[in-house]
């Protein structure tokens, strides 16, 4: 069992930046997947980025790949996300997420396949 819980979301002028952090209590596996999804207001959550747990594989999806960038501190049990140059349109509640079952450092993008979820934290882009 993974309890995850996200914070540093925020209200920020478009073209700024954000980062938010994800603590992870339980063990973490040495195949888990770290990933962070988002869901605007009257859409459906979709990915944004993953990571490996151990030898740091990332994936972004097209929509914010140049600008977020992910990353993990094994020793503090925790997955980051660097937004920069934010845009109105990456306004959402973006939630982190564990997949606990990924083989061979597969990174997967759809919600289904992700096991454990924190509780979200909204982030507002003006413009």
């Known amino acids: 069992q993974v309890q995850l819980v996200e914070s540093g979301g925020g209200l920020v002028q478009a073209g700024g930046s954000l980062r938010l952090s994800c603590a992870a209590s339980g063990r973490i596996f040495s195949n888990y997947v770290m990933g962070w999804f988002r869901q605007a207001p009257g859409k459906e959550r979709e990915f944004v980025a993953a990571?490996?747990?151990?030898?740091?594989?990332?994936y972004y999806s097209n929509s914010v790949k140049g600008r977020f960038t992910i990353s993990r501190d094994i020793a503090k049990n925790s997955v980051y996300l660097q937004m920069n140059s934010l845009k109105p349109e990456d306004t959402a509640v973006y939630y982190c997420?564990?997949?606990?079952?990924?083989?061979?450092?597969?990174?997967?993008?759809?919600?289904?396949?992700?096991?454990?979820w924190g509780q979200g934290t909204q982030v507002t882009v003006s413009s």
């Open positions: 997420a564990t997949d606990a079952s990924s083989v061979r450092f597969e990174i997967r993008r759809a919600e289904y396949e992700y096991d454990y």
């Open positions: 990571i490996t747990w151990t030898v740091g594989y990332t």
